[in-house]
């Protein structure tokens, strides 16, 4: 059965009202935004937009969503997801005719500090307002027009009609190959792809609680990337096995268990159980599910493809490699039937459409690389106009990027100040980069940011600079910062994101920029992309960013005034930090992404290693001198390595990734012995002293 959108339009609290007046006793109902009016029927559930990942797994009849309150495009398009066939999406929106000059009170998010709201465009809603106005089952309300109906329809049209209670044949497929996990040969994971709604978190529920019933597993762990994210397994689970939810992360049942366990503390503490579930895995790091595909000997893993995060594209392309190479006879499962709503259903068509949830990069087809793309500036306005160009270039960032959502897009159409760039073949959009401006401040708050006091929205590079760097007039310069930046999977290697960044980088200076840089989630290979395009790193961030799992590294290039001289400082300081940081705060980066983060930082210069500390490193490699006592001069010799790959020679070559992370990051000894490939300690030892020898030796 079809879902439907009834649009409210007119002053608040006739909306408002209005939806409280006619929302159906006995439905589950969620109100997103502003308050509801009092005396509502029972069973109304009240969010916040930033609440919203509370719905996910959820299943909703009605959903109100107030606009009034402000349009947070990730809160519109994750809650729909929750509507099940035939439910009504109640939007509450101002006059129809007044909504696009009405001010928004969430559009401070677009706005940096120092600009006015009136930068910010309207695109992306005009765009909201034209998907309503074309979609198919969307009715718009006035104060003039009889009542709405917000009565939903009846229950959604797939019925359990498959073995174990499943709602279709994909979804039974999808089971039988969780179930496989556990009963086949081991290394032979199921991923479990689909567009939302599709079933795939209840497939894994529904096998988990199989086998438990079945008692071929005594412990199942599943892990998310929230534990409301995993919501939905532990449902269908208990459904199925008749278990009981003794607390929120364990299910029981008849001696067995399933429970949940944070993506970080299986790292800490690796723990499989009988077999692991990863679900929603396009939200997690890559890196991350590696190593939980390296522990784990039986896994599964379910992940959104197209959905309102748009991150799963990114995953299918990234993790399949890692697939392929570590368990080459894994399964894939694709879900294709929907399952909370029906085929063709007219609410996913328009709110897909306006999000880009299915956005894709271009089918290159016959294309031929040929002559370089055209490197193409364009205006945030043409590319509103422009929407295959539109669809081609978020694809693009969608496939590669972290939880690219549409706020992104939002961003992208309306954010102040914004620089965009797309290299074309053959009318297909095959590279594209976003930047925006940042800086100009005034004195004053310069120096409130670089005493800690202030920390101004949208400013992030020249106020790294300031605070990680100690550059007290750094945010008084402009800077262009390089937000996102994405090349075709097919037309990588060929210098066209080089392309892109120059393309910027002559932006920048004929804005009088006095720098230009970038933040990402630091990866050996980005390092090695962003120092081959004239970049230094400058700061990195102390805790692993949430969205890519790995430390944020700030790179930027000096281009006028003191841009260069600032960027200078900054590397050097960062460089003579890093021996530090890495003891602390970065104790758990990866030790060759710390290798090329520091070997990037540009003016640090190594240690000089005085005569004695060169005898007590002979002592060490050649003699039996303990590691204990030999610390002090390993430490000054890794902090020369860490800068300085002229110190890495032969062995140390080899071992330099273990040698840092022992002696800076004090690492256990059996993390020493995996990383150089030897059984344990006493090896371990034995090839640092021979790795050691190299390095001094002249």
Known sequence: MSRRTVVLAGAPPWGRETAARHLPAGARTVWIGEPPPAGLPGGVDRLLARDVRRVLGQTVDVLVYDAHAGLDADALGAAAGSLRGGGVLVLLTPDWGEWSGTADPLLGRLCPAGHRRDEVGSRFLQRLMAGLEGGAAVTRHTPAQP?????????????????????????????????????????????????????????????????????RVRRVVVTAPTIQAAEAVFEHAAARCGGERVERRRLCCAGAELVYREPEALLDRPETGDMLLVDEAAGLPVDLLRQLLEHASRIAFATTVHGYEGSGRGFDLRFRAVLDQQTPQWRAVRLEAPIRWGRDDPLEAWLGHVLCLDAEPAELGGIQSGAAPRIVPVSQEALAQDEQRLRQAFGLLVAAHYRTRPFD???????????????????????????????????????????????????????????????????????????????????????????????????????GCALVGTSFGATAGLIAFWRACGMQSVAVGSRRDAASGEHSLLMAQGLSGPGPAWVDEAGARLGDAMPVLLAEPLARMA???????????????????????????????????????????????????????????????????????????????????????????RQALCALRGAVADSIAE
């Open 147 to 215: 009542a709405p109906n917000l009565e939903p329809g009846g229950a959604p049209v797939t019925e359990a009609a498959y073995p174990y209670d499943c709602r279709s044949a994909d979804q039974q497929a999808a089971v039988e190959a969780v179930m496989r996990v556990v009963t086949g040969h081991r290394r032979r994971p199921a991923v479990l792809t689909a567009d939302r709604g599709r079933g795939k978190s209840a497939a894994l529920g529904i096998a988990v609680g199989e086998l438990l019933l079945q008692q």
């Open 409 to 511: 897009l939002h961003q992208l159409l309306d954010g102040p100040r914004r620089h965009l760039f797309v290299a074309e073949e053959a009318g297909a959009v095959v590279g594209v980069v976003v930047a925006a401006e940042e800086g100009g401040l005034d004195v004053a708050t310069a120096e409130e940011v670089w005493a800690g006091r202030r920390r101004p929205h949208g400013h992030l590079l020249p106020q790294a600079l300031a605070t990680h760097a100690g550059i007290e007039a750094a945010p008084t310069g402009r800077a262009l910062r390089i937000q996102r930046i994405a090349v075709h999977p097919q037309r990588r290697g060929q210098g066209i994101g080089a392309a892109l960044v120059e393309a910027l980088r002559s932006r920048a200076r004929q804005a």
């Open 591 to 681: 030790p060759a992404v710390a290798l090329a983060a520091a070997r990037a930082a540009g003016g640090a210069a190594a240690p000089n290693l005085a005569p004695w500390q060169l005898r007590e490193l002979a002592g060490f490699a050649h003699g039996r001198r303990d590691y204990a006592v030999s610390l002090p001069a390993l430490r000054v010799l890794a902090q020369a390595v860490l800068l300085d790959a002229q110190f890495s020679r032969g062995r140390m070559a080899e071992g330099e990734v273990a040698f840092i992370a022992k002696v800076l990051q004090h690492r256990p000894w059996a993390d020493t012995a995996r990383r150089l490939g030897v059984a344990g300690r």
